[in-house]
C-alpha cells in the first residue's frame, strides 16, 4: 500500500521561511502533490512534481527526490493567510485514488 | 467555469436516518471521488467512480454505505442509518481523467451532524 508521513504541526512567524517534510512509501510512483487547507475549506492544489528538483510556483516551492522516497514544501515571505493545513499526496499503485498524508498544520504567529 | 458543487453544505440527521450527499463534477470531468475527514484529521479515501462504474470502493465501510455516479446527474454518496461517528465532512473531487497530474478538485464540502 501507500503511506505518507508528516510532521503534525509547525509553527513560524510573518515573514520567516518554513518547510514542511513528506517521506512516502508507494508501491508505483506517479508524483507528489500538496494541497492546502484553510480551516472549514476546501483543499485546494498547490503544487505537483514528477520529477526530481524543485518547483516553483510564487512563495511556494516543492521538492521531490525519488531516490529518497522524500519531498518538501517551502513557503517563503510567510504571511498570516498561509496559516493552513498543508498535505502531501500520491497516487495509490494504479494511479488512481490520491492518498493523503495526515496533514501538518502550519500557524504563522505576527 | 464552474467548480465541483456539492449539496447540501450542512446536513443534520437524528440516528437511523438517511444521507444523501450530491456532487456535480467540473464541466468536463468524468472522475469523482469521495473523501471522509474528522476533525482534526487528515483526507481519507472513500470511492472513486467514473459514469455508471465504481473503480475503487476500497476505502468504503462495508455496510450503510453507497456510492453511484449515473450517466445522468450527480454523483451521490448515500449513508443509510447513520450513526454519531458519521459525523464528518464529506469532500468529493473530480480530474477529467485518471493519472491527470495528481491535480484533483475539490468541492466545499458537506458537513454530516448526526444528533
Known amino acids: 500500500g501507500q503511506s505518507l508521513e508528516q510532521p503534525s504541526e509547525v509553527t513560524a512567524v510573518e515573514g520567516a521561511i518554513v518547510q514542511i517534510n513528506c517521506t512516502y512509501q508507494t508501491s508505483g510512483f506517479y508524483g507528489l502533490s500538496w494541497y492546502q487547507q484553510h480551516d472549514g475549506g476546501a483543499p485546494t492544489f498547490l503544487s505537483y512534481n514528477a520529477l526530481d528538483g524543485l518547483e516553483e510556483t510564487g512563495r511556494f516551492s516543492s521538492f521531490l527526490s525519488r531516490s529518497d522516497s522524500y519531498g518538501y514544501l517551502l513557503l517563503q515571505e510567510l504571511q498570516m493567510k498561509d496559516s493552513a493545513s498543508y498535505f502531501c499526496?500520491?497516487?495509490?499503485?494504479?494511479?488512481?485514488?490520491?492518498?493523503f498524508g495526515q496533514g501538518t498544520e502550519l500557524s504563522v504567529k505576527p | 467555469n464552474a467548480g465541483v458543487m456539492q449539496n447540501p453544505r450542512h446536513l443534520v440527521r437524528r440516528r437511523g436516518q438517511e444521507a444523501r450527499l450530491r456532487c456535480s463534477p467540473m464541466k468536463g470531468h468524468s472522475h469523482v471521488y469521495w473523501y471522509r475527514q474528522l476533525p482534526e484529521e487528515g483526507l481519507k479515501f472513500m470511492v472513486y467512480?467514473?459514469?455508471?462504474?465504481?473503480?475503487?470502493e476500497s476505502g468504503m465501510p462495508k455496510e450503510r454505505f453507497s456510492a453511484e455516479f449515473p450517466k445522468e446527474g450527480p454523483s451521490i454518496l448515500r449513508i443509510q442509518q447513520v450513526v454519531r461517528g458519521d459525523s464528518a465532512a464529506y469532500f468529493c473531487?473530480?480530474?477529467?481523467?485518471?493519472?491527470?497530474?495528481?491535480?484533483?478538485?475539490f468541492g466545499e464540502g458537506s458537513w454530516l451532524t448526526v444528533v
Open positions: 499526496a500520491v497516487r495509490d499503485n494504479q494511479g488512481g485514488k490520491l492518498i
Open positions: 467512480l467514473q459514469k455508471e462504474n465504481i473503480i475503487d
Open positions: 473531487a473530480s480530474s477529467p481523467s485518471a493519472g491527470a497530474g495528481n491535480t484533483i478538485y
